[in-house]
T-cell receptor, first 115, second 116 residues
Framework: AQSVTQLDSHVSVSEGTPVLLRCNYSSSYSPSLFWYVQHPNKGLQLLLKYTSAATLVKGINGFEAEFKKSETSFHLTKPSAHMSDAAEYFCVVSDRGSGTYKYIFGTGTRLKVLA | GAGVSQSPRYKVAKRGQDVALRCDPISGHVSLFWYQQALGQGPEFLTYFQNEAQLDKSGLPSDRFFAERPEGSVSTLKIQRTQQEDSAVYLC??????????????FGPGTRLTVL
């Protein structure tokens, strides 16, 4: 079965400093991985997804993630944090179910951005 | 364009009451998913529809949970005889096909259910 582990439940950074949110995956085959962001009282929004076309994936709002098979990791980074980045971030792997690919979510990382 | 919508946004129920949660997916999306998100946790898969067919209900926690999508568009998640442990945010997502590993799911804002 597929799974993801988010290594930090909370991360605090100062505005303008780099962001690193860590995610490790477990998969018996080449995984499809996603990062979603959840702002309070809003739906989950896709930041980026890994489709095996390139190991470095660029997403929206300046976020990017690098797929590292040797480390089974898919960490999310951003060079400079903005106040608006404060939210909950979920690493996701898709897992084959009955007739579909359902999402398996990590437990989430809450990002706090300090002024 | 319009995204996935859910109603009500908030629902308070007394223990033992039945509730119905509605999801309007993006028009033309074949696949529809329901997830349950407990406080402080990541969402967990409940069930999946391809058009009107419920192909996977492996995540439904008990036979008190029932979902339907009779015309292949709007879906309703029904919980009978609610219990306190049912308190959670219920998320609906839709996908254009849902049959590929890299297919994107688009999420609604969720319904927060509180059972007293």
């Amino acid at each position: 079965a597929q799974s993801v582990t988010q290594l930090d439940s909370h991360v605090s950074v100062s505005e303008g400093t780099p962001v690193l949110l860590r995610c490790n995956y477990s998969s018996s085959y080449s995984p499809s991985l996603f990062w979603y962001v959840q702002h309070p009282n809003k739906g989950l929004q896709l930041l980026l997804k890994y489709t095996s076309a390139a190991t470095l994936v660029k997403g929206i709002n300046g976020f990017e993630a690098e797929f590292k098979k040797s480390e089974t990791s898919f960490h999310l980074t951003k060079p400079s944090a903005h106040m608006s980045d404060a939210a909950e971030y979920f690493c996701v792997v898709s897992d084959r179910g009955s007739g579909t690919y359902k999402y398996i979510f990590g437990t989430g990382t809450r990002l706090k951005v300090l002024a | 364009g319009a995204g996935v919508s859910q109603s009500p946004r908030y629902k308070v129920a007394k223990r033992g009451q039945d509730v119905a949660l509605r999801c309007d997916p993006i028009s033309g999306h074949v696949s529809l998913f329901w997830y349950q998100q407990a406080l402080g946790q990541g969402p967990e898969f409940l069930t999946y529809f391809q058009n009107e067919a419920q192909l996977d209900k492996s995540g439904l926690p008990s036979d008190r949970f029932f979902a339907e999508r009779p015309e292949g568009s709007v879906s309703t998640l029904k919980i009978q005889r609610t219990q306190q442990e049912d308190s959670a945010v219920y998320l609906c997502a839709s996908s254009l096909t849902g049959t590929g590993p890299t297919d994107t799911q688009y999420f609604g804002p969720g319904t927060r259910l509180t059972v007293l």
